[in-house]
């Protein structure tokens, strides 16, 4: 087995506690937490051995610790029978657990400065990525919106890691009334911001690469999908993604991403196949006669 690919484990739970206003469930799993790179995520088996829901729910991976050889904490809101049976683990428990997934925000290789942007529950990869970052000597801006107060994520930490940390919410109720993109560009101004990473609704994404791009700045995005096996068989969360050599490629988030440069995503055709997209009915190789067609999307 890889030194660096997932493993499957039988984790005690550690904690479970209230982050806001979401689940947070921290994990005794130290071959997961060895591996694990800023981005990634855990496939988790929900409902219990004789359960009828057979697939897994994919999480985020919100901290990672090196306590008891190594925990890794996700967070969650309960939205459905699955959510709603892991929001009743208690400490010792075991959960079936599939990690880390995913490939990982690419991280500079010299000091930058940096703005790393979150909506809702989105905004729990960024914390690992931000101190990955520090590490390297980067300068971090959090802006972090919800719909309300109790929704912005971990608004206590991003003050206490980053450099400035900014809050939106749609009502009002805590920090600037707007969505993220509305103070965006005034932090990338101030700041003077060189990338921007994001994790969020795909709506936010298309609008913070769209603000990126309007300052010349790369704009990593890591992208929310469905998933339901989130190791790359079933096929059901792939959105289409530009490749280096310029044609579009429906690509699997769960293995090809969830993690992409903002710009070769297709955002307005996610949820389709677009029509000149490799192997998409009437598709034509381009002049080049389709020696490109095999090469991995950027």
């Known amino acids: 087995m890889s030194d660096s690919g997932p493993v499957q484990m039988r984790s005690p739970v550690l904690t479970v506690r209230r982050v806001d206003a979401y689940h947070a469930i921290t994990v005794v799993a130290p071959n997961i937490a060895e591996r694990f790179r800023s981005g990634q995520f855990l496939a988790v088996a929900v409902g219990g051995e004789q359960s009828g829901l057979l697939l897994r729910r994919p999480f985020a991976i919100h901290d990672v610790k090196p306590d ?11 939205r459905g029978a699955g959510t709603s049976w892991l929001a009743e683990r208690r400490s010792r428990d075991l959960l079936d657990v599939v990690g880390p997934l995913g490939r990982p925000f690419p991280l500079p290789r010299d000091p930058v400065n940096c703005v790393l942007v979150g909506g809702g529950s989105g905004c729990a990869p960024l914390f690992p990525l931000a101190h990955a970052l520090r590490r390297r000597g980067c300068r971090v801006d959090f802006v972090l919106g919800a719909a309300t107060a109790d929704r912005v994520c971990s608004a206590i930490t991003a003050r206490r890691v980053a450099e400035t940390a900014t809050f939106t919410t749609e009502d ?9 993109t509305d103070p965006l560009g005034q932090v990338i101004e101030d700041a003077r911001s060189d990338v921007a990473y994001a994790c969020g609704p795909m ?12 300052y010349e700045m790369p704009a990593q995005v890591s992208v929310e999908e469905s998933m339901a096996c989130g190791t790359g068989i079933c096929m059901s969360c792939v959105v289409p993604v ?22 070769r995503v297709r955002f307005d055709d996610v949820g389709t196949i677009p029509f000149d997209a490799l192997g998409a009915p009437g598709w034509k190789a381009q002049t080049d006669g389709g020696r490109n067609a095999g090469r991995e999307a950027g």
């Open 172 to 180: 009002g109720s805590f920090g600037v009334r707007g969505r993220v």
């Open 68 to 78: 008891y050889g190594g925990t890794v904490e996700f967070l969650f809101s309960v």
């Open 242 to 263: 530009v490749g280096d050599d310029g044609i579009t490629r429906m690509v699997r988030a769960c293995v090809d991403g969830p993690v992409f440069r903002g710009e």
């Open 203 to 214: 709506g936010m994404l298309r609008a913070v690469t769209a603000v990126a791009d309007a």
